[in-house]
């Protein structure tokens, strides 16, 4: 069976328009919103006032993290502190303090931002006098 080139002309504007209708209809159908909960930013967690120490391999706190408020928000595994201070111990070198007003520490703590009237002191030694810096924000990796 041959084809003339009307016939033709008709099979492929029906494709076409088949085509176009599936394509117009896929836009317009809304998408389905999961509504089970793991798309919204909610706190799963809430601790006050709480002290977080890490301890070096010989048993020594290497650095110790206190809070009056913290929520951790399990859609992406991160916390949020208010006015947090953090204090990393040196054995052969003095005390470094970091605090600020707030701060946000990424799942599993890898990263921490800081802001609002952020502070870093490094306590004095008998060498040297103690070192203040202030900054609006920092980023601790």
Not at 2 to 22: E, M, N, P
């Amino acid at each position: 069976m041959r084809f003339g080139s009307s016939q033709l002309f008709v099979i492929v504007l029906l494709a076409l328009l088949a085509g176009l209708s599936f394509w117009l209809q896929r836009a317009v159908t809304p998408v389905e919103v999961v509504r089970d909960g793991k798309l919204r930013h909610d706190p799963d967690a809430i601790a006050e006032n709480f002290l977080v120490r890490q301890f070096d391999e010989k048993g020594r706190v290497k650095y110790r993290l206190t809070a009056p408020y913290m929520m951790h928000f399990p859609d992406d595994d991160s916390s949020e502190l208010k006015k947090p201070v953090l204090v990393h111990h040196r054995p052969a070198a003095p005390d470094v303090t970091v605090s600020g007003d707030n701060a946000r520490v990424t799942s599993k703590g890898q990263v921490i931002f800081l802001w609002d009237d952020v502070r870093v002191v490094r306590a004095a030694s008998a060498e040297r006098p103690a070192a203040v810096a202030r900054m609006p924000d920092l980023t601790v990796q």
